[in-house]
């Protein structure tokens, strides 16, 4: 089938679909799905609320176990604990984050019906109001420790595919280089508390830290304050000799300086290849053995840019913080973190850029928090978690085109169902919300949604 015909031939199906819908639109005036039952628009796959519900829950709960399962395992093997720790804790765990994600993806379709049926109608914020109670109800059943890294993790997603949104509909601009910003402002957070107050960093950006910038930081920081005081014992002595020698150990230390920087410089090409070459083979592993497959993974210009990043944010933040280590080592950490941010245009990875910022502003509030600046909240994580996934679950469910195509198709993995959803309300509004859904997909999975609207 030719381009200009499969175009015409999801066109018209689209138009069939959103037939109904602008019909009830012109006589409830505007409101979208008036009268339309919640299996011909969230369910459209079974028409039993209950049926649907289960459907879902199982599956998630198999991919679930699937996921967490080897992950739980490796942890345990890595920790060597014992036969009964892996019985006691290990499994449960297991078991636990499996049913986190099954309440999200079964107890979605069951909030929908249910505030379908208060509401008497299916509107727009019906799908980011069922996403807030299945997201909250779900949060609480993973464990505590927990909830703040999956509240991370949604934040990044959740405020780009809403500042997507927001920029499509004209509420918001696009920010050309936003991404380079915000990881630019974030590696200057993390630099000043790294150095002013490094408790208040998570543990896991303190390990990815520590491993990066090595003691780079920390020998600079003492050969610069070395230097400054030396050179105001040189300045007293009137020795012309003792001045020589002061002027010479200076640039010693100047030349040991640039070893360091140059040591770090090599440390992070090192580290970003070895990550770089992981990450792509991770995602080859499906392909199958071949020369072609073995090629684009052991040639080096494929990981050349991410190399470069790692191995420029260590060297400048290395060179940046031994030059300003006499200003202060808040100064000096968040100039240096700042100018080293910028190496990200390298690779302009906005999944990068988004889970750098939550940790900085997990770190900021931390430091905010035993400061007495603001106080804390037991269940803020988990308000935050329900927060940011109501966001992600109305895009979802009306916008997918919105999401990243990285995390569009893990949800796809997880739930295949989110693709069935009927998105024609949305098409009656003018958001483009069938653009990832081929004539293919109609055909496969929507003519049961198309049989009964028509």
Same mark, same amino acid.
């Given at each position: ?9 999801m066109a018209g ?5 959103a037939?109904p819908?602008t019909?009830?639109?012109?006589v409830t005036?505007g ?17 039993s609320?209950v049926? /649907?519900?289960v459907g879902?829950l ?8 699937q996921v967490y399962?080897?992950?739980?395992l490796?942890q ?8 009964r720790d892996l019985? =006691?804790? =290990?499994?449960p765990?297991?078991l636990?984050?499996?049913a ?12 929908e019906?249910?505030l379908?049926r ?6 727009l ?14 949060i609480?059943?993973e ?8 509240a ?6 959740s ?9 499509a509909?004209g509420?918001?601009p696009?920010?050309?280089g936003?991404?380079?910003?915000a990881?630019s402002?974030?590696?200057a957070?993390?630099?000043y508390?790294?150095?002013?107050d490094?408790?208040?960093v998570p543990?896991t950006?303190? =390990?990815?830290?520590?491993?990066v910038l090595?003691?780079?930081a ?5 050969a610069?304050?070395a230097a400054g005081?030396?050179?105001?014992g ?8 003792a ?5 010479a150990?200076?640039r010693a230390r100047?030349?040991?300086?640039l070893?360091r920087?140059?040591r ?11 990550v770089s070459l992981?990450t792509?083979?991770?995602?080859l592993r499906r ?16 990981h050349?840019?991410? /190399?470069?990043?790692v191995?420029l944010?260590a060297?400048?933040?290395a060179a940046?913080r031994?030059a300003l280590?006499a200003r202060g080592k808040g ?5 240096a ?10 690779t302009r990875s906005?999944d990068l850029?988004?889970?750098?910022a939550?940790?900085?502003?997990e770190a ?5 928090v ?6 804390s909240h037991?269940?803020g ?11 992600i679950?109305h895009?979802?469910?009306?916008e997918?085109h ?21 998105r024609?309300?949305?098409l ?11 004539e293919s ?6 003519a ?5 609207l028509?």
């Amino acid at each position: 089938m030719s381009t200009r015909g499969g175009s015409a031939a999801m066109a018209g199906m689209a138009g069939h679909l959103a037939a109904p819908l602008t019909k009830a639109a012109a006589v409830t005036g505007g409101r979208p799905f008036y009268g339309l039952d919640c299996s011909e628009t969230i369910h459209t796959w079974d028409p039993s609320c209950v049926s /649907a519900s289960v459907g879902i829950l199982k599956y998630v709960y198999g991919i679930g176990v699937q996921v967490y399962g080897p992950l739980y395992l490796l942890q345990w093997l890595y920790q060597r604990r014992s036969l009964r720790d892996l019985l =006691t804790r =290990t499994a449960p765990s297991v078991l636990r984050s499996s049913a986190f994600l099954a309440a999200i993806g079964g107890s979605f379709v069951t909030f929908e019906c249910l505030l379908r049926r208060a509401a008497g109608y299916q509107a727009l914020p019906l799908a980011g109001c069922g996403g807030f109670c299945c997201s909250l109800l779900a949060i609480l059943i993973e464990r505590k420790k927990r909830r703040s890294e999956l509240a991370l993790y949604c934040v990044s997603q959740s405020v780009e595919a809403g500042w997507r949104s927001l920029a499509a509909k004209g509420y918001v601009p696009l920010i050309p280089g936003g991404d380079v910003a915000a990881f630019s402002a974030a590696a200057a957070a993390l630099g000043y508390l790294w150095e002013s107050d490094r408790d208040a960093v998570p543990g896991t950006m303190q =390990t990815v830290m520590r491993l990066v910038l090595g003691e780079a930081a920390d020998a600079a920081d003492d050969a610069a304050a070395a230097a400054g005081g030396d050179g105001g014992g040189a300045e007293e002595g009137g020795d012309v000799a003792a001045v020589r020698r002061q002027l010479a150990r200076r640039r010693a230390r100047r030349r040991q300086a640039l070893r360091r920087v140059l040591r770090a410089l090599l440390r992070g090409l090192a580290i970003g290849f070895a990550v770089s070459l992981a990450t792509r083979a991770f995602r080859l592993r499906r392909a199958g053995l071949s020369s072609r497959v073995f090629w684009e993974l052991v040639s080096p210009e494929r990981h050349l840019s991410y /190399a470069g990043f790692v191995g420029l944010f260590a060297g400048g933040y290395a060179a940046v913080r031994h030059a300003l280590a006499a200003r202060g080592k808040g100064v000096a950490g968040a100039c240096a973190g700042a100018v080293a941010g910028l190496s990200i245009m390298l690779t302009r990875s906005s999944d990068l850029s988004g889970y750098v910022a939550s940790r900085a502003a997990e770190a900021l509030f931390r430091a905010a928090v035993a400061r007495g600046y603001c106080r804390s909240h037991y269940h803020g994580d988990s308000l935050i978690f329900a927060l940011c996934c109501a966001v992600i679950i109305h895009v979802a469910a009306y916008e997918p085109h919105h999401l990243r195509s990285s995390y569009w198709g893990f949800l796809l993995k997880f739930s295949p169902r989110f693709a069935d959803i009927n998105r024609t309300d949305a098409l009656f509004l003018g958001w483009e919300s069938t653009k990832l859904l081929h004539e293919s997909h109609w055909k496969r999975r929507g003519a049961p949604a198309v049989e009964r609207l028509l």
